[in-house]
């Protein structure tokens, strides 16, 4: 089972933005344990603050993982690229947010993401993507 990770902008700084919202793990720290809880997963972590560089990415392994984990982050609300890059592909994508969006600023309760996404997970702050692994390993 081959499995990316793939977090969009701002999403580097966690461990030191607004902890309040997301916590003091770095996503660093937070990835190696996923590799060690899921041995039998190959899977990859890629972050980039770039628009283009994501939808590359989603192109690049869209069509030969089985699974593809997107936090898009702030380009969840705004980007048409990156939601058309998730319908665009065959493999499956699951959306993840740290926080719950959906208690948030209204201009975070719009996806581009959703309408593509196999599921959504948010609010479980980083659990969310042990979750989302796990809809994988499940199916
Ligand atoms: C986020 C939520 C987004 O609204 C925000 O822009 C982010 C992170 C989350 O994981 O909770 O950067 O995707």
Redesign the pocket.
């Known amino acids: 089972m081959k499995l990316i990770i793939i977090n969009?902008?701002?999403?580097n700084l966690l461990g030191k933005r607004e902890p309040e919202?997301?916590g003091n793990q770095t996503f660093e720290d937070y990835f190696s344990e996923l590799q060690f809880r899921f041995k039998e997963v190959q899977l990859e972590y890629f972050q980039s603050n770039i628009e283009g560089e994501l939808i590359d990415k989603l192109q690049e392994t869209g069509f030969s993982y089985d699974g593809i984990i997107l936090?898009?982050?702030?380009y969840?609300?705004t980007s048409v690229g990156l939601g058309d890059a998730v319908k665009a592909v065959d493999t499956p994508v699951v959306e993840?947010?740290?926080?719950n969006?959906s208690e948030?600023e209204s201009y975070?309760h719009t996806s581009y993401i959703s309408p593509g996404a196999r599921g959504v997970i948010?609010g479980f702050g980083l659990k969310g993507y042990d979750l989302a692994i796990r809809s994988f390993l499940t199916d």
């Open positions: 969009g902008p701002n999403l919202v997301y936090n898009a982050a702030a969840t609300h993840v947010h740290i926080s969006v948030r975070r948010f």
